[in-house]
C-alpha cells in the first residue's frame, strides 16, 4: 500500500476487570428491554392482561403525540439540580434518548444548536 | 448503520464488537472449552456459541447473560438462528444435526442423521425451508426441513474448508484446497470456480456481487473480481493462517480472524471515511487539525 491510511483511533479492547455489555452504553439502554415490565396482576390474570395492554398503548399514542405538539414550540425542561432551561423543540431520536433543540437558554448563554439528554429531564412543559 | 460482530475463539471466551469500529462490547463468558462457532441472530439481540464444552449456548447479545445451555452427545462445531430467531441449528462431532424450537428448548430437537464423519458447518438456506450441512465426509447435502430427506449431496475430492450462504440471488460459496467455488444454493448447480495461490480456509462474496475475498496458509487477503476471476490485490497483516473472513451486511468492510490471535478489519473501498477510517484530503494535511490525524500505528 503506497499512501497509509489515516485513522482516528484503534478499536478499543476488552476491559480485563469486567465482561462488558455496560449498561450505561448507549446500545444497551436503546436494545435493552423496557424498564416496566407488565404488572403481576396481569400476568397472573388473562382477562385483565389486555386491558393492561391497552392502557399502555394509549399512554404511548398520547406520548408520541405530545412529541408531535411539541415541534417548533418554546419548551421549559425542568432537570436535575433544580435547573429549568427553555428551548425549542426540534426532534427527538426514536429510542427518546435525546431531544435536538435550538436556542437553549443556559445560564452561561444561549446554545444555538443542542442536543438534551432525556435521561437528564425529570419534566418539560410548554403551552400547547 | 449499526452493526455487530461475535467472534469465536479457542480460548472459550466469545466476544462482541461493534461492527464498524472494531471496539469491544462485551465477552461471553461460561464455555468451558474453545468455541468453534459464534453467530448473531438477525437484529444482533441474540447470540449463539458451539464449544468444544459439548454444548451450544445461547446469549443475550444486549446483556451478556447466557439464556439457554443446550447439551450435545460431542464438541460442536456450527451453530445458526433462523431469519425469525425461532429456531437454532447446530452440528457437530457427533455427526448430527439438531434443530432446537427456542421458544420450547426442554423438547427434544428434531435430528437429522446422514453424515459419515464430523460436521464443520450448517446453514439454514431457502428462506430456512431447506438446510445446508458440509461434513469431515467430504460431502455438502441439501435437506429438506419438513421432511428432514436429503434432497441432493456434493461430494468432493478433499476436505471443504468453508461454507457460507448469500441468501440475495440463493449463492453458495464453498473453499477446498485452493479453489474457490460458487454454487446455486437451491439446486447445488456449479456457478464458477476461481483457484488462488494457496490453501483458502474461507471466502466471502461482497453483497453487490461485484468482487470477493479469500484468506488462507500464506496469512494473506485475496481480493478478486467475481465476473472475470481476476485477482485484484493481495493483503500481508496477518502473521498466521487465516481461518475465517466475512463481509460486514452493508459491504464497507471485511473481518477477518487468523490463528495470530487477531481480528482486522479491512477496508473495502480503502481512503474513504467509514467507522475508525478518516479520508484526508492533501489540503486537510496542512490544517491545525492535522494532529488529530493518525498515519502511523499509534502508541498502545
Not at chain 1, 59 to 77: D, G, Y
Not at chain 2, 84 to 97: A, F, P, W
Not at chain 2, 272 to 296: F, I, M, R, S
Request: charged share 25%; proline share 4%; net charge negative.
Amino acid at each position: 500500500m503506497t499512501t497509509p491510511v489515516s485513522v482516528l483511533r484503534l478499536p478499543k479492547g476488552p476491559d480485563p476487570n469486567s465482561r462488558g455489555f455496560d449498561p450505561k452504553s448507549p446500545r444497551f439502554i436503546a436494545l435493552c428491554r423496557t424498564s416496566i415490565a407488565t404488572s403481576p396482576a396481569s400476568e397472573a390474570d388473562a382477562e385483565q392482561l389486555p386491558r393492561e395492554q391497552h392502557a399502555r398503548s394509549v399512554l404511548r399514542e398520547s406520548f408520541l403525540r405530545c412529541l408531535l405538539s411539541m415541534a417548533n414550540k418554546k419548551i421549559q425542561f425542568h432537570m436535575y439540580e433544580r435547573v429549568t432551561v427553555e428551548a425549542t423543540f426540534r426532534a427527538s431520536d426514536i429510542d427518546v434518548l435525546n431531544f435536538q433543540v435550538s436556542d437553549l437558554h443556559t445560564p452561561i448563554g444561549v446554545q444555538k444548536e443542542a442536543l438534551i439528554r432525556c435521561q437528564d429531564v425529570i419534566l418539560f412543559t410548554f403551552d400547547a | 448503520m449499526a452493526t455487530s460482530s461475535s467472534s469465536a475463539c479457542k480460548d472459550g471466551k466469545p466476544m462482541m464488537r461493534q461492527g464498524d469500529t472494531g471496539d469491544w462490547i462485551g465477552t461471553f463468558l461460561g464455555h468451558k472449552g474453545a468455541v468453534w462457532g459464534a453467530t448473531l441472530n438477525t437484529d444482533a439481540t441474540k447470540a449463539a456459541t458451539a464449544a468444544a464444552d459439548f454444548t451450544a449456548k445461547v446469549w443475550d447479545a444486549v446483556s451478556g447473560d447466557e439464556v439457554l445451555s443446550l447439551a450435545h452427545k460431542h464438541i460442536v462445531k456450527t451453530v445458526t438462528f433462523t431469519q425469525d430467531s425461532n429456531c437454532l441449528l447446530t452440528g457437530g462431532n457427533d455427526k448430527l444435526l439438531r434443530i432446537y424450537d427456542l421458544s420450547n428448548p426442554e423438547a427434544a430437537p428434531q435430528e437429522i442423521a446422514g453424515h459419515s464423519s464430523a460436521i464443520k458447518k450448517a446453514l439454514w438456506c431457502n428462506n430456512d425451508k431447506q438446510i445446508l450441512s458440509a461434513a469431515d465426509d467430504k460431502t455438502i447435502r441439501l435437506w429438506d426441513r419438513s421432511s428432514i430427506e436429503e434432497v441432493k449431496t456434493l461430494t468432493f475430492d478433499t476436505s471443504v474448508s468453508s461454507m457460507e450462504y448469500v441468501a440475495d440471488g440463493e449463492i453458495l460459496v464453498i473453499t477446498y484446497g485452493r479453489t474457490v467455488a460458487f454454487y446455486n444454493a437451491l439446486s447445488l448447480d456449479l456457478i464458477k470456480t476461481v483457484e488462488a495461490p494457496a490453501p483458502i480456509n474461507s471466502a466471502s462474496l461482497h453483497p453487490e456481487k461485484d468482487f470477493f475475498v479469500a484468506g488462507g496458509e500464506d496469512f494473506k487477503l485475496y481480493k478478486f473480481d467475481y465476473s472475470t476471476k481476476e485477482e485484484l490485490e493481495s493483503y500481508k497483516g496477518h502473521f498466521g493462517p487465516v481461518h475465517c473472513v466475512r463481509f460486514s451486511p452493508d459491504g464497507e468492510l471485511y473481518a477477518s480472524g487468523s490463528e495470530d490471535g487477531t481480528l482486522r478489519l479491512w477496508q473495502t473501498a480503502v481512503g474513504k471515511t467509514y467507522g475508525l477510517w478518516k479520508c484526508v484530503l492533501p489540503e486537510d494535511l496542512g490544517a491545525e487539525n492535522a494532529e488529530q490525524l493518525y498515519t502511523t500505528t499509534p502508541e498502545i
